[in-house]
């Protein structure tokens, strides 16, 4: 694991949540215990340095277990996928009675550097990360139920998107901001899925949870409790 110089440019701030909601700044929070194959693959560019490329040989193609997406990653990185997809599908069914039938990401892997951080080479270069953008339901079967005191509009399909629901304007998307920041609160415990989340109201990420696998964990993200 590459921990060299890294640790002196880090910006630990500590991290902070109440009842009424949480808030979450940190460029570090620990070094996770687990192993990922990139953990020894260099982050960062000198100064002038450009990108001559990323390799891609490596990659894979995985297609949803649980619900509907596809997405070219790493290896290690469609295993943890899968985990991901379990704590999706936990949520779902204790909020809305069922999974969701589709996930809607804006991407996976992309050759770039990380946007705003100067001479950050970003996690979707490796394909080692994913931007959730939210879910599409389908309607309640008949041989389910809504969770009790779940409106039975819920019963019909519907649309999840973090760009409208992470911070409702109407009291009636208020299950679905509660839903979300749940699943971000339960991934950020989770460095065996992911290590990295920047969300709302961050820069660039206001319609979208960024969810990697870097060497490092951090977290950066920010939301009230939609009850209050």
């Not at 550097?113 to 959730?132: Q, V, Y």
């Not at 309640?140 to 399909?157: C, I, K, N, T, W």
């Not at 989770?190 to 969810?211: A, E, S, Y």
Request: with cysteine; glycine share 8%; aromatic share 10%.
């Amino acid at each position: 694991m590459v921990r060299l110089s890294f640790t002196l440019l880090i910006l630990a701030l500590p991290l902070t949540a109440a009842a009424d909601g949480g808030s979450y700044f940190s460029f570090f929070s620990g070094w996770p215990h687990d192993h990922h194959p990139l953990d020894s693959t260099p982050r960062f560019l000198e100064q002038g340095e450009r990108m001559e490329g990323c390799p891609s040989d490596t990659l894979v193609h995985r297609r949803g277990d649980a619900f509907r997406y596809r997405v070219r990653v790493h290896p290690e990185f469609a295993e943890r996928l899968g985990r991901f997809e379990q704590v999706v599908v936990d949520l779902a069914m204790t909020h809305y009675g069922r999974a969701p039938r589709r996930m809607v990401h804006g991407g996976t892997y992309n050759c770039r550097r990380a946007r705003g951080r100067r001479g950050r080479i970003s996690e979707h270069a490796f394909g080692n990360a994913i931007d959730l953008e939210g879910f599409d339901f389908g309607r309640l079967p008949r041989d389910s139920e809504l969770p009790a005191g779940v409106h039975r509009r819920f019963r019909r399909p519907f649309q999840l998107r973090i760009g409208r629901h992470w911070s409702p304007r109407r009291s009636r998307d208020a299950l679905h901001a509660q839903f979300l920041h749940d699943l971000a609160e339960k991934l950020r415990r989770r460095p065996d899925i992911f290590r990295g989340i920047v969300g709302p109201p961050r820069p660039r990420h206001r319609n979208h949870l960024h969810l990697d696998a870097s060497p490092w964990r951090y977290a950066m993200f920010s939301y009230e409790d939609p009850s209050n």
